[in-house]
Every structure is written in C-alpha cells, then in structure tokens.
C-alpha cells in the first residue's frame, strides 16, 4: 500500500531524458540517450541501465562504473555531472557525447584536416591511459572503439569504466560480461606464463593498439584483421606494431609512447596537437610565447576542424583576452573564429570584447581592430555602433599618427549603414572636411575623397546635393595627382545624385580645367567624365521628358548604386566602390599644378580675413565651397604612384577602346631631379602601381616631417591629438566650423571659421567667378599704372634741368 503513495525518484533526477543514440547496442550495458537539464537549454548525455531485464551481475557491474566515473577527473576522462538509483533504472549524466564509431561514420573533413584531427584524438587517449596506469595506478581493461566518446568541441573522452580495476591485483584479465568484448583480449589471456609477464599498462596497450586499427578501417571483428597494417599511416606503423605485440613486456608505457611521439617528426608532433597544449598551459607562458602564438595561430585555423575551433579554441581565446594579458595579437585569429559562431552566441561572447577593445588607449590595439572592422561589423547593432563604438572611432580622425588616420578614413565605409543621421550626416562629413581640406598626407586626402563616394548613398539626400560636388571639386584642385583623379572619378561614380543645372553650371566648368592638367591619367579621366556629362545634356536636350528620369535618384534616401553602374559611368563606379589609394611615400615633393593654372587669385583673396564663426541651432552644417590647395603640402609625392587603374576593366561605353595605359606626353617620364620644380616643367614619372584591388593600403612609410610623431605601438589618449593652434581650437565644432569657400585658400589655415552654419552655400558659378577675378585684375592693373605715372612725373621733375646747384645744408633725394 504504502509503494502506491510513494513518490517516483525518477522524478527527482535533473535531467530529462530524450532520444536513443545508436551505436552501443550489444557493447555495452547501458543505453545512451540524449538529455537536457531541466529549466535550461544545456544539453546532456544520460547513460541508462535497466535493472528490470537486467542480471544482477550486470547491475554490480553498472554501480561499479558509477562509482568509479565519479571519482576520476582528467581532462581526457568522460566528465561525470549526476547519478540515480531507482527500483527500475539506473541513470548517469554526463557531458553531452556521442560514441567514436558512430562520430567516425558521421565526419565529413578530409585530408590534412582530418589526419590532424584523429591524431589529437588518440593522443588524448593515450594521455588518459598515461593517467590511470601511472598517476592512478589503474588499469581500464576495457580500450576499445566502443568505450571511447566524442563530445562537442571534439575531444575524444575515454569512457566504458565498467571494469577498471587496481594494477596492484591479481595479473589475470578480467572477464568481460559482454561476450561481444571478448574480441579485444590481449593474447595472454589464455597463457598462464605470459600472464605473469603483464605489467600494469600491457593489456591497457594492447587495447590501444586495437583502437589505432579501428579508427583507420572500423570496427574488430576478429583478431586476425589486427596484421593488415594497409590504412595504418606509415608514421604510425612502428609504434602500433608494438602495442599489438604478442609479448606484453614489449608493449610500451604510455608516457613513453607520449614523449616519442612529441618530438620532431612524431606522429602527435603537429599544428594541431601544438596549438591546443599551448592553449592548455596558457596560464604559465609569458607574454612574449603569447604573442607570438597567437600571431602564427591565424594561418593554421584553414585546416583545423570546426567544432574544435568553435568550442575549444575561441573559449580560450576569449578567457585569454579578457583575464590575460594577450594583447592585440589575440584579435586576428579571435575575430576569424567568431564567424563559426550563431548570432546569439556571437552577441554574447564577441560582442563585449568588442566594445571594451574599442575603448583601449593601444594604438597597436586599435590599428588591429580597424584592419578587421569588416569581419565583425555585420554582427553590430546599431544602437552598439553609434553609442559605443562610434564615439571611440572618431578619436582615430584626429590621431597624430598617420596610418590611425587613414585607417579610422576606410572604417567609414563598413560603418556606414550603420550610424545615425547626426554621426555620419554631421560627425563624419565635419572630420572629412577637415581631412580632406588639411591633411599633410596625400594618400589620406585621396583617401577621403574615394571614401565619401562609396558612403554617398548612405547620406541623406539634402546633405548629399550640398556637399558632394563641393568636396569632390575641391579634391579636383589639390596638389597631388591621385587626389584630383580621384576627385574625378568620384563625381562620375555619383553622377545620378546631381541636378542637370548643376553639371552644366558647377560640375563642367570644374572638369575642364583639369584637361590641361600636368598629368595625363588626370587629363584622360577627365576627358571621360566630361563626355559622359554632356551626353546626358545632349539627350536631355533632345527629349527634355528624360530630365525627371536622370533627376530620379537625386532626392530618394537610398538610391541603388547597381543602377549607377549600368550607365555611362559604370567605370568610375567601379573604380569607386573596389579600391582605395595605397601610399607608399610621401617623403618626394610633389608640384603644385594649380600654382601656374586655371585661375589667377587677386592679391585681395591671398590674405582673407578672419570672419566670426557662425552658430545657429541647424543640426544641417555647411560644407560646400572649395579651397585651392597650395605648395603647404609639399610632401605628396607623385614618383611612387600609379593611378591609373581605377576600373580600367569596364569603361563602359563611353570609349570602346580606350584603357588607360602608361601615361606619355607631358605626364610621362621619370621623376624630376628637383622635387619642387614649378608646373611648367615635365611631370614626375610614376614607378610603382598604388592602387589595389584586393586590399586597402596603408602609409607604409613616414615623411620626414611625421619623424616625430608616436608609433602604433605607443599608448594611445586623446591628449596625444594634434596641437596645431586653430585646428586644435576648433576640433570640437560642428561642421559649419570650417569653410570650403572657393576663394579661400588652404595655405591660410588660421581662417577656416567662415562656415555658414543655416545651409550649404553652393559654389559661385564659373562665370561669375572668372569675371570678378578679372574685375579684380583690373583695378589692380589701374592701381600699378597710377602709381607708375605718380613715380616718373616726381623723377622727372627732380631731374629737370631748371634744378640749380645744391646749397649748403641741403638734403640729396
């Protein structure tokens, strides 16, 4: 009566159990099923025995297993997790696993990969039988295919502890109550005399070399197959055929076969094998083993197994980061890993070490994270992006340090579609601003330029019409070569976000100033664009209801780029969207193209005066009108570059057979001796090719004038920004703190506070502007002449002839 109240125990158990797992019917006495723990996702494995159909031998033997799991703990040894004893079953919980030979029948790698794998596979198992026979004084009697387990970071777990028993006991073999097990007795089993030869770790090795044959050709079924040595590998074959050797004293100690086998040329000496017993022992190695670990780790991931890698690696490459003292190096292979990763996973583990790396004051650190932006990026959340990891990005615009620069430039571009209206509309167009107007390098000028025309389908339509044509104008009139080339193919790339008006007005005019540019890819990308340009006003003109088409994209929020690409700038739009400038040295002066070309500034427009800096409530902040860059910048050099393969493979349909090939005329020939020559003499040739498909560049190499600035490898803070005085003043301004009025120069950079913070006032037409140059000329010419006639009239009255002779005490003039 009273087992009719009595509660279930069952019920107590922390686990549920779930489906049968196949492939240890007949090897074993219990059945695997798969399992969870209760009020969680954390899945399990629950090894059952039915006691009911059972035979008291075998639940002894059972309890046995129980008892003895529970004991032993090594990283190689099945992990025990709970027990339960009711009057039907008999449950064990363990790690979640599945059996060898099923996991076997189930891989899918080859190759190097998998011959990496199953060589740490039986190294952790030899190393766990190290334990028990040496350190544990045990033997496990029981090393087959079918004791072995897999779990999900693939790691080979020695189970089947039904019959350990003391090395110290009697030397007999023990008797196995599944007869299908019998197969894996050593042969002295029915040799009274060899079987006082065993020692504690024969039948142990006899049962390894059993398992060796059956991960290469599956499972014994007689003794007799153990001769064909066919799939064992050859570096392999010496050791196995020691291990199955009929004297037991010739089998080795597993300690033994360990230290043999991990020296050069050994069998377990391999990429993978090392990678996870440094990872091991990570806690003693210095911090010099650990950089350089991690700085070779990235290569070898291609050929180790996925699982390995996402659960037994990236854990450790996380704990290393977040309690060591790893260092930026642990990023590259970390990053590269986390893509195995599933989202969830990823928010919660790579996310953090995200946003605290951002953070860090290592440039070393920082430069890393730049590099690798593109591999993490699409896992950010935008509300992630713009509170947390924007505001420590921006700081990289005002580095000190060039390569931070240019790097924190190229970030913008996967960024992008992420940030908000004020960081990219205000925040990034402000730094770009600055970059492009102030910059002493010219391959981040340049890379300003090529940067704004990827992201400019990203800003907002108003933004857009007042501020591409202006920068991308201005980039046309800098000093260096790949800067106004860049500054041209930019404006063919977003050719579809610009009003007719505005081409024939602002953009046409700007473009044919550059066809007698110095250098003639700049001359031929010119020529290009201005044809495309007025193909569109000549159909325009031709059927005016295809102005609204042409005019289509200009105020939508997201134009597609691919509809860009059909048309007649399809060249520049690749070239836009698939490379960015690499410098290589800027330590060669570069002319000044504009010192001697197109217009003449008046003397009244040398010196602008300083105007007040306008501050309005308008979140929209101007930056529209040019500056002319002057010989300020002095340290581009043009000998080291080559820019003219921007998408030279399509062209579009522009020129069937033009491609831009080595430059002749006035823009070939080797570098001139004089680095500051004037505009009038030949270019300097180009040598090198600084455009790159396939990667972003980087300065490689300082000019003399950035000697002093700080290393990568320096600490990184905000104090270490740039001191210059303005510049520095006005870092913290909104855009509309710097002007890009055409008449200002950039040599004059103490006046750059003209911005009129309300709009983005365009730039005065052509026209206009070359009329009050000439006005300007003339009243300068009149003003010389007046004072030429004012000078002779006074020296001809001096000399006249009427002058007597000097008195005494009179001054000679």
């Not at 990678?275 to 650990?290: G, P, V, W």
């Not at 080291?640 to 831009?660: A, H, K, P, R």
């Amino acid at each position: 009566m009273w087992s009719f109240f009595s509660r279930d125990p069952s019920k107590d158990f922390n686990y549920e159990i779930g489906e049968l797992v196949p492939g240890l019917q007949e090897k074993s006495v219990w059945t695997l099923h798969k399992g969870k723990k209760k009020g969680t996702t954390e899945e399990v494995s629950v090894f059952m025995y039915d006691i009911k159909s059972g035979s008291e031998t075998q639940l002894d033997v059972a309890k046995a297993a129980v008892k003895r799991l529970k004991t032993l703990r090594h990283p190689s040894v099945l992990m025990f997790l709970d027990s339960l004893e009711s009057d039907k079953l008999l449950y064990l919980a363990s790690e979640y696993v599945e059996p060898l030979a099923y996991h076997l029948e189930s891989l899918t790698m080859e190759g190097p990969q998998k011959e990496l794998y199953i060589a740490w596979g039986i190294f952790q198992i030899t190393r766990a039988l190290s334990f028990l026979n040496n350190d544990g004084n045990l033997r496990h009697n029981n090393v087959n295919i079918w004791s072995i387990f897999v779990n999900t970071a693939g790691e080979w777990k020695l189970g089947g502890v039904e019959y350990v028993s003391s090395a110290q006991e009697n030397s007999s073999i023990i008797i196995k109550i599944i007869p299908s097990l019998e197969i894996y007795d050593p042969p002295e089993k029915n040799d009274p005399v060899k079987q006082r030869q065993m020692t504690k770790c024969s039948t142990d090795m006899w049962g390894l070399g059993c398992l060796i044959w059956e991960v290469f050709n599956g499972p014994l079924h007689q003794q007799s197959s153990l001769k064909n040595l066919d799939r064992i590998p050859k570096q392999l074959c010496p050791l196995y055929c020691e291990l199955v050797g009929a004297n037991p004293t010739s089998r080795p100690n597993p300690a033994d076969i360990i230290t043999r086998c991990r020296k050069l040329g050994g069998y377990f000496k391999n990429d993978l094998v090392d990678t996870l017993l440094f990872l091991e022992e990570i806690q003693i190695k210095d911090k010099n083993e650990k950089n350089r670990f991690f700085s070779n780790l990235t290569p070898h991931l291609d050929n180790f197994p996925d699982n390995v890698c996402k659960h037994k690696i990236l854990p450790q490459l996380i704990t290393a980061f977040e309690y060591g003292d790893a260092g930026s190096a642990v990023l590259a292979p970390m990053f590269k890993l986390g893509r195995l990763l599933h989202e969830a996973d990823y928010q919660k583990k790579i996310v953090p070490c995200v946003v605290k790396l951002f953070a860090s004051n290592d440039r070393a650190t920082r430069s890393r994270l730049l590099m690798q932006l593109e591999h993490f990026i699409s896992h950010l959340q935008s509300g992630t992006v713009n509170d947390q990891i924007f505001p420590q990005i921006a700081h990289g615009f005002m580095d000190t340090n060039p390569t931070i620069r240019e790097q924190t430039v190229k970030s913008v571009i996967h960024l992008a579609p992420k940030l908000n209206y004020n960081n990219l509309n205000v925040e990034v167009l402000r730094h770009f601003a600055r970059l492009q107007a102030k910059d002493d390098q010219g391959g981040i000028r340049t890379n300003t330029t090529v940067c704004l025309g990827k992201i400019a389908q990203h800003l907002h339509p108003q933004i857009r019409q007042k501020v591409l044509i202006s920068a991308f104008i201005r980039a046309m009139r800098d000093s260096f070569p790949p800067a106004r080339n860049a500054g041209i193919l930019a404006l063919a790339a977003t050719q579809q976000y610009y009003l007719l008006s505005e081409v024939s007005t602002r953009i046409l005019p700007a473009l044919c100033q550059l066809t007698m540019d110095p250098e003639k890819n700049v001359r031929d990308s010119a020529f290009r664009t201005i044809k495309g340009f007025l193909g569109k006003l000549e159909k325009v003109s031709e059927d005016p209801s295809l102005r609204e088409s042409m005019e289509a994209d200009v105020n939508t929020a997201t134009p597609s780029l691919s509809n860009a690409a059909a048309t007649w700038a399809g060249w520049a739009v690749t070239a836009v969207t698939a490379k960015f400038y690499r410098s290589q040295s800027d330590t060669v002066k570069s002319i000044n193209p504009i010192t001697s070309r197109m217009l003449s500034k008046p003397a009244s427009l040398e010196q602008p005066s300083s105007s007040s800096l306008s501050t309005t409530t308008s979140s929209v902040t101007s930056m529209t009108s040019l500056e002319h860059e002057d010989g300020s910048r002095g340290n581009d050099s043009v000998s080291d570059y080559d820019y003219d393969n921007w998408g030279d493979d399509n062209w579009g349909d522009m020129e069937t057979g033009g491609q831009i090939g080595s430059s002749s005329g006035s823009g070939g020939g080797g570098a001139t001796s004089d680095p500051i020559s004037p505009p009038s003499g030949s270019a300097p040739g180009r040598t090198t090719d600084g455009w790159d498909n396939e990667e972003w560049g980087s300065l490689e190499e300082e000019p003399e004038g950035e000697a002093e600035l700080t290393s990568p490898s320096e600490p990184w803070s905000p104090g270490d920004y740039t001191t210059t005085t303005d510049e520095t003043r006005n870092q913290n301004q909104p855009i509309s703190s710097y002007n890009w009025t055409e008449g200002q120069s950039i040599n004059n950079r103490k006046s750059q506070n003209a911005w009129d913070d309300t709009e983005f006032e365009p730039l005065d037409d052509t026209q206009t502007t070359n009329s009050k140059f000439e006005e300007a000329k003339k009243k300068r010419e009149e003003r010389k002449l007046m004072r030429q006639k004012e000078m002779e009239a006074r020296r001809a009255s001096k000399t006249s002839g009427n002058a007597g002779p000097m008195k005494l005490g009179s001054k000679k003039m």
